[in-house]
């Protein structure tokens, strides 16, 4: 192609250029020295050896100066040996049709690096329409071919989370902070609940009918606390109706789209179908639930029992050795000075008397201390500290607060059991040298605080299931709604802490 084309006058006028031609090459020549481009005219040879090559080729195959015009086979040469017998095949192939030739392939530049070009090129044929040259335009396209993979592998990406989500039960969704909860995504998997994405984004279906009602007012507050608090993020759990009527429990982890000013404009996240798992916890919950009525059924049944020996044997068998003492006493006084071997009897009876009322008296309030129903709690727990103080080295010691506590029959003989359990471990393994236990209330409820110097539990003890004593203690508390806090390092001593709450106004009786 000649660099201008020149519209002829009539003869003897002076030839004017064409405006059009003239635009025309301007054009290609700005495109030509902008872009990383460069036009060619090659033979229909083996190598494709070229006829002309515009000077941009050594810039866009970083070659040295006039090398491409030195060797007529710089292109074949530079052509990438993968790519040869490819593009070779194609411009033969392609020689028989009349549409434009367009190629992608591989080039090694003069230090060795790998370009991607674009080749746009068509057969110049002659008068007989018999190819005889190629003329095109080589494009580095490397960026462009790197950016196309990068988009590609994103693209890939994406279609691999959607289809994960597509198959998973977690749907993705994002709505607007309006009254109607306007849907404005939701991706395909809502059909699980028996809906399409259309129904929910056309407004068919609106957000908050989808909600179970009873759980409508529960997820307002909770939204509308996080929202206040200014928590952009935050995690509700409530329940679905599907399209066929059942109930499906979801957790909803929602996240705070706010516009410049701070105020929340959008909600999106992820609802996670989570029934089985809630299912599984109701159950559980349910079972625990029939655990612990079970024991507490369980501590009454033994609690009774054992008040009911307790009174036999303070009754039937204390009244018993009574009667037996005092006659032993008659009989005692009516022997003759000159009979001492039978006083020397009647005097041993007496003494083994005594020790049989001791210890069924010791029996009886072990079992159930008579001291409870009598006195309450808090005098119980001064006489315990005094009956133990004898037969250990440990100092003991106890206060209340207020002095004059009143604690309700309801629980008071747990917490007195769960005194006994915790003083008599920490005896038994604390090697401590005081032992200090606090008994107060107030208007949350009654604490029981026992603190030694000992040597402390060992932390894999504190959870051990054969740790009978603190697991009788947890039990305890919890058939009372209460909690158990034990801190305990080694050498440092144990603070046992019992917290229970007032008893509802209905309940009646201990239980143990």
Not at 398 to 418: E, K
Request: charge should be negative.
């Amino acid at each position: 192609m000649t660099d201008q084309q020149i519209t002829r006058s009539p003869a003897g006028a002076k030839p004017t250029p064409d405006p059009l031609a003239q635009d025309e090459i301007i054009l290609r020549q700005a495109l030509t020295h902008s872009a990383p481009s460069a036009t060619y005219v090659a033979r229909l040879d083996t190598t494709a050896s070229n006829l002309f090559v515009s000077p941009e080729i050594d810039r866009l195959l970083d070659l040295k100066p006039n090398e491409s015009i030195s060797d007529p086979n710089f292109w074949f040469n530079h052509l990438h040996p993968d790519d040869r017998d490819f593009v070779m095949s194609e411009i033969t192939r392609q020689q028989e049709s009349e549409r434009p030739i367009r190629l992608r392939y591989r080039m090694l530049t003069g230090t060795g690096e790998i370009r991607t070009i674009r080749d746009e090129a068509f057969i110049v044929r002659d008068a007989q329409g018999r190819p005889i040259f190629l003329q095109g335009i080589l494009y580095d396209i490397t960026s462009l071919q790197e950016a196309e993979s990068a988009l590609t592998q994103t693209f890939d990406r994406l279609r691999f989370l959607e289809s994960i989500i597509e198959k998973s039960p977690t749907m993705v969704f994002r709505w607007h902070r309006d009254e109607a909860e306007t849907v404005e995504f939701v991706t395909e998997n809502v059909s699980q609940l028996g809906y399409s994405a259309a129904d929910l984004l056309e407004g068919r279906v609106r957000w908050p009918s989808l909600i179970y009602p009873p759980d409508l007012p529960r997820r307002a507050l909770e939204c509308q606390a996080f929202l206040q608090n200014g928590n952009d993020e935050f995690v509700l759990q409530y329940r679905l109706i599907a399209h066929s009527g059942d109930l499906r429990w979801f957790e909803d982890r929602s996240r705070v789209i706010r516009d410049q000013q701070g105020h929340p404009t959008h909600i999106e996240g992820l609802l996670v179908d989570i029934t089985d798992r809630k299912n599984a916890q109701l159950l559980l919950q349910e079972s625990e639930e029939q655990y612990r009525q079970l024991s507490r059924r369980l501590q009454t049944i033994r609690e009774d029992e054992s008040t009911r020996i307790s009174r036999v044997i303070h009754d039937d068998l204390g009244q018993s050795l009574s009667v037996l003492k005092m006659d032993t006493v008659r009989l005692h006084r009516r022997m003759e000075v000159s009979q001492p071997d039978l006083q020397n009897i009647t005097t041993a009876m007496l003494e083994m008397i005594d020790r049989a009322l001791f210890t069924t008296q010791r029996i009886a309030m072990d079992l159930h201390p008579g001291i409870l129903d009598d006195l309450g709690l808090a005098p119980a727990i001064e006489w315990y500290v005094q009956q133990m103080q004898p037969h250990t080295e440990v100092c003991l010691s106890q206060t209340v607060d207020p002095p004059d506590l009143t604690v309700p029959p309801a629980i008071t003989l747990s917490l007195f059991r769960i005194l006994q359990e915790a003083v008599i471990n920490t005896l038994r393994h604390a090697e401590a040298s005081t032992l200090v236990i606090h008994l107060s209330g107030n208007d949350a409820g009654y604490r029981l605080l026992i603190e030694d110097d000992g040597k402390g539990i060992p932390p894999e003890r504190l959870s051990s299931p054969s740790a009978f004593g603190l697991i009788q203690i947890r039990e305890r508390a919890r058939t009372l709604n209460g909690r158990v806090d034990i801190e305990s390092r080694p050498g440092g001593g144990t603070r046992i802490q019992i917290q229970i709450p007032h008893p509802p106004p209905c309940s009646k009786g201990a239980v143990s």
